[in-house]
């Protein structure tokens, strides 16, 4: 994410920092849906999502201001959206429905313009369907992740040409986020979470600082 941002920064939105900026997103939502089926109490998960998302805003937004004309709203929001399908989705007791749901969130996210849009809802919906349906399946989730990470790019490749190879980077980049996911041993890690909650919006204020000087 940090790579990310600084080629966003100083160097680009193609830049190969960009390349593996792509990694972070599965991760974190690998990360989330984790946290999800782990949690003492999804409410209370889902207000400090929130509570993040609010405080993030503003650096967030200047952030974008260094290089973008126009803002969106930022990851921990698609972050919360994602417990909110999840946890619909698992109160729903016909999943048909359940799914229909799921499929609102996206539409959801999309319109709001929440960052990675209705793409990051469709990963992390995918992240917990597979665990809980099929656990021991990583081949299933590994392809129906690079279907639906081919399916955001493809518009973009067929929309813009001349930017394919660019495109096609991040595809390829995305998916190297599958193999520290499919390394998961199941054993949390130590407990800084709120230091991670912390890093969003201060490395983002840092950086808007830094490209001000």
Known sequence: MLFDHVGDSFIGHFSFLNLIGRIAFPIFAFQVVQGYMHTHNVRKYA??????AFVSQIPFMLFLSTFYDSYYLNIFFTLF????????FDKIKNKYLGTLFA????????FIQVDYGSYGIA?????????????NKKNLICLAFILITILKYL???ISY???YIYYIGYI?????????????????GPKV?????????????LLYFLTKI
Not at 81 to 88: D, E, H, S, T
């Open 47 to 52: 207000l400090r999502l929130f509570i993040f």
């Open 81 to 88: 959206l994602g417990i909110i399908c999840l946890y619909g």
């Open 103 to 110: 499929i609102l969130i996206c539409v959801i996210a999309h």
């Open 172 to 188: 390829l980049f995305t998916c190297i986020s599958l193999v520290p996911i499919c390394m998961y041993n199941g054993k949390q």
């Open 161 to 163: 040409p001349s930017l």
């Open 193 to 205: 979470k709120y230091l991670f909650y912390a890093f969003y919006p201060v490395h983002l204020l």
């Open 123 to 135: 990963v992390i919906f995918v992240f917990y369907v597979f665990n809980k349906f099929w656990p």
């Open 155 to 157: 518009p973009n490749i």
